[in-house]
Nanobody
Framework: VQLQASGGGLVQAGDSLRLSCAAS????????MAWFRQAPGKEREFVGA????????YYAGSVKGRFTISRDNAKNTVYLQMNNLKPEDTAVYYC??????????????????WGQGTLVTVSS
């Protein structure tokens, strides 16, 4: 399975961006689809996750209310809509999936497949 992330760029504080993560390769339906981010000099952190089977979403407190995860099954793509961006949102954003849902959905080590990352830079 290959994940291709795209949509990053340079924006100003308050702007919006939508990241995409397209899956290709072996056909499977991951139940856990997540976004993580890593800022320079910091550890990778959880942004949000979508539980495909239950159609539920979970977010980190720092992005809740501003970011939204959605999916398009026909396109085998998951999205991260980011609104009201802040300078502290600057990071490389990664999409990740795993076949089965897990309670520790916010832990990066549990995900099997990763996209290559897309850089989001928010200027003040």
């Amino acid at each position: 399975v290959q994940l291709q992330a795209s949509g990053g760029g340079l924006v100003q504080a308050g702007d919006s961006l939508r990241l995409s993560c397209a899956a290709s390769g072996r056909t499977f339906s991951p139940d856990a689809m997540a976004w993580f981010r890593q800022a320079p000099g910091k550890e990778r952190e959880f942004v949000g996750a979508l539980r495909r089977s239950m159609r539920t979403t979970y977010y980190a407190g720092s992005v809740k209310g501003r970011f939204t995860i959605s999916r398009d099954n026909a396109k085998n793509t998951v999205y991260l809509q980011m609104n009201n961006l802040k300078p502290e949102d600057t990071a490389v954003y990664y999409c990740a999936v795993r076949l089965n849902w897990i309670v520790e959905y916010s832990s990066a080590r549990h995900y099997n497949y990763w996209g290559q990352g897309t850089l989001v830079t928010v200027s003040s």
